[in-house]
């Protein structure tokens, strides 16, 4: 079975900087999706990044970056000129794609990112 | 406006009491999904509908019942519950073949058992 790991449970920065969350995870699959989502205090849960274990570029989304290592099976989160509005629970979540059906989602525990002024 | 609605926002209810919870997508998703995250833990799934079909039940207690009447609508029930089962109850929706692109999650229900 595959299992994410997130071995921050807390980050806080100031306004601005640049923070990197950590997450690895476990599995025999050679392809698979990883995501980030962000869950602020209104609970909702949204999709900040994805990566394809098959593209070897690292995905950007505006000043969310990954750094995925395959081989390592990391995938890290860098948030550039961090916002207040940054400030929520970040969980990292790995997808073992099947031809058909539902695509079950694995989450790591989260960790709880506070952007101070 | 998520694409997936999910009611009532907060719900407390006593161990012998019977509520539901419901979750609706508009998104024309064929995939829905109920996770519990209680705090410290990692969001656990706890049941999958596939075009209406229940296509998995990870070992929920049958204290949990799900319903799935069409691909837009997913319920839960809910009947003699214990405290331990507080939680967070997120829906999700996905579309098949294309679920590479992740989640489209609900807002939650918050449970509190007393």
């Known amino acids: 079975a595959q ?74 989160l860098k948030i550039s000129d961090s916002q207040l509005g940054d400030t929520a629970m970040y969980f990292c979540a790995f997808m073992n794609p099947i031809i058909q059906g539902a695509q079950k989602l694995v989450f790591g525990q989260g960790t709880r990112l506070t952007i101070n002024p | 406006e998520t694409g997936v609605t999910q009611t009532p926002r907060h719900l407390v209810m006593g161990m012998t009491n019977k509520k539901s919870l419901k979750c609706e997508q508009h998104l024309g998703h064929n995939a829905m999904y109920w996770y519990k995250q209680s705090a410290k833990k990692p969001l656990e799934l706890m049941f999958v509908y596939n075009f209406k079909e229940q296509t998995e039940n990870n070992s929920v207690p049958s204290r949990f019942s799900p319903e799935c009447p069409n691909s837009s609508h997913l319920f839960l029930h809910l009947h003699t519950l214990q405290p331990e089962d507080s939680a967070l109850y997120l829906c999700a929706s996905s579309q098949e073949y294309r679920g590479r692109g992740g989640y489209t999650f609900g807002s939650g229900t918050r449970l509190t058992v007393v």
């Not at chain 1, 071995?7 to 640049?18: H, I, L, N």
């Not at chain 1, 000043?63 to 995938?75: D, I, L």
């Open chain 1, 3 to 76: 299992t994410v790991t997130q071995s921050q449970p807390e980050m806080s920065v100031q306004e601005a900087e640049t923070v990197t969350l950590s997450c690895t995870y476990d599995t025999s699959e050679s392809n698979y999706y990883l995501f980030w989502y962000k869950q602020p205090p209104s609970r909702q849960m949204i999709l900040v990044i994805r990566q394809e274990a098959y593209k070897q570029q690292n995905a950007t989304e505006n000043r969310f970056s990954v750094n995925f290592q395959k081989a390592a099976k990391s995938f890290s």
